[in-house]
């Protein structure tokens, strides 16, 4: 069974950084695409980032592009999301998403929550 | 990029049939059978339930189903069941190299 597991959420001050990590179990992580989706309080889906298996295709969603940079390590199964520069309206639950066949998300992780206010 | 339209909400009684849209373009839903469903139960994790249109995942019962027609696709649960009560979401690839989610639907099971 595939397990994901993020990290890293937490309280800080608008214009602060956070560092994001989700770490997947089993020897295939590193065979995947791999996905960032956020959720705002009492709110909807929203895509953020998607980074290839070998980390050289990376995308973002306009509204974090420039402040938000995806990573991965596949010796130590995590990928990674660096927030720069947050926003009250980055709060949300940040969920880690494996990509499968190029186009839908077939494991998630559990959630990290990140809270951006003063 | 704009999120897909779906209905706020849909409702049926145990046994009933419902029916979600989903609406994008031409440049997402309607160029591609890159379209899946996500089901969300209240403080839980989207789950995937139909991938690539109409595929169903190991485990996933038969009485969802998904098709799409132009720039709408549709997720359909057929046999109503308590346990079916959630947020669900569509999910399109996009022609400019992103992902779009729907807007969500929350479905009643009255």
């Known amino acids: 069974e595939v397990l994901l597991l993020e990290s890293g959420g937490g309280l800080v001050q608008p214009g602060g950084s956070l560092r994001l990590s989700c770490s997947g179990s ?3 992580f590193s ?8 959720q705002a309080p009492g709110k909807g ?6 980074i ?3 980390g050289d295709i990376i995308y973002y969603a306009d509204s974090v592009r420039g402040r938000f940079t995806i990573s991965r390590d596949n010796s130590k199964n995590t990928v990674y999301l ?8 980055d709060t949300a639950i ?3 998403a494996r990509l499968s066949g190029n ?5 998630w992780g559990q959630g990290t929550p990140v809270t951006v206010s003063s | 990029q704009s999120a897909l339209t779906q209905p706020p909400s849909v409702s049926g009684s145990p046994g009933q049939s419902v029916t979600i849209s989903c609406t994008g373009s031409s440049s997402d839903v309607g160029s591609y059978t890159r379209v899946s469903w996500y089901q ?12 690539e249109v109409s595929n169903r995942p190991s485990g996933v019962p038969d009485r969802f189903s998904g098709s799409k027609s132009a720039n709408t696709a549709s997720l359909t649960i057929s046999g109503l069941q308590a346990e079916d009560e959630a947020d669900y979401y569509c999910l399109s690839y996009s022609s400019i190299n992103t992902y779009v989610f729907g807007t969500g639907t929350k479905v009643t099971v009255l």
């Open chain 1, 31 to 38: 065979n995947y695409g791999m996905n960032w989706v956020r």
């Open chain 1, 52 to 54: 290839s298996i070998r």
């Open chain 1, 45 to 50: 889906l929203d895509w953020v980032s998607v």
């Open chain 1, 103 to 107: 186009y839908f998300f077939d494991y």
């Open chain 2, 40 to 51: 969300q139960p209240p403080g839980t994790a989207p789950k995937l339930i139909i991938s």
């Open chain 1, 82 to 89: 660096q927030m720069n520069n947050l926003r009250v309206e």
């Open chain 1, 26 to 28: 089993g020897s295939s």
């Open chain 1, 94 to 96: 940040y969920y880690c």
